[in-house]
Structure formats: C-alpha cells, structure tokens
Nanobody
C-alpha cells in the first residue's frame, strides 16, 4: 500500500523553528518527487517547495525562499521541511504530496497526498 505520511507539526511561538517530515511507504525504486504545500484557514492551498530523487534538486516558490529548507534521507524515503523564524501567518495545515516517478515541478500535480499536519504559530 502506498502511503504518504507527514509528522512533526505542533504549536510554537513566533521566531521558533519546526521540522516536518514526510515519509513515503510502498514506493518502488529510487526515482520519486515530493512537494510541500500549506493551507491556512480561509485561504487557498499554496506551494512551498519540491524535491526530486535521486538527484536531490530542490525548488522553492519565491515567497518561501529564505526561511524554509528541504532536505532528504533517500534511504528512508523521507523528506524534511525545516521552517525557521516562524511567524503567525505561517499557521496552516502543511501537506506533503508525492509521485512515484522522477518529478521536480510542484505545479504538475502529484499522485499521492498525505493527511496534513497542523502547525500553529502564536505571537
């Protein structure tokens, strides 16, 4: 069974950091792509960044550059989203999505989506 599972969300204060994890299970091979998205209450879902395997290329949306960093442990098929200097406007449900083939374009769509993890930033 293919699964995409996010973890690591929670409640933090302004200026603190959080690292989210996205683990892929049931994926075959070494070629896959992961995208991170978020959706705040009353707002549309927005893309954050994406990462491709096996090359490790990362692409960030312009508005997310600087405070958000992607990394991966390919052996574990896990992608991390490090979020630093968090602000109240970063409060959202964060979603991980993945393709079981090489992909590095978060606008092209994903096969599988996680259930989301809540991040709440208090001022």
């Amino acid at each position: 069974e293919v699964q995409v599972v996010e973890s690591g969300g929670g409640f933090v204060h302004t200026g603190e950091s959080v690292r989210l994890s996205c683990t892929l299970s049931g994926f075959t091979g070494d070629s896959w792509g992961v995208g991170w998205f978020r959706q705040a209450p009353g707002k549309e879902r927005e893309a954050i960044a994406c990462l491709s395997s096996p090359d490790g290329t990362t692409t960030y949306t312009d508005s997310m550059k600087g405070r958000f960093t992607l990394s991966s442990d390919n052996a574990k098929k896990t992608v991390y989203l490090q979020m630093d200097n968090l602000k109240p406007e970063d409060t959202a449900v964060y979603y991980c999505a993945a393709n079981n083939f090489f992909s590095n374009d978060y606008e092209s769509g994903y096969q599988y989506w996680g259930q989301g993890t809540q991040v709440t930033v208090s001022s």
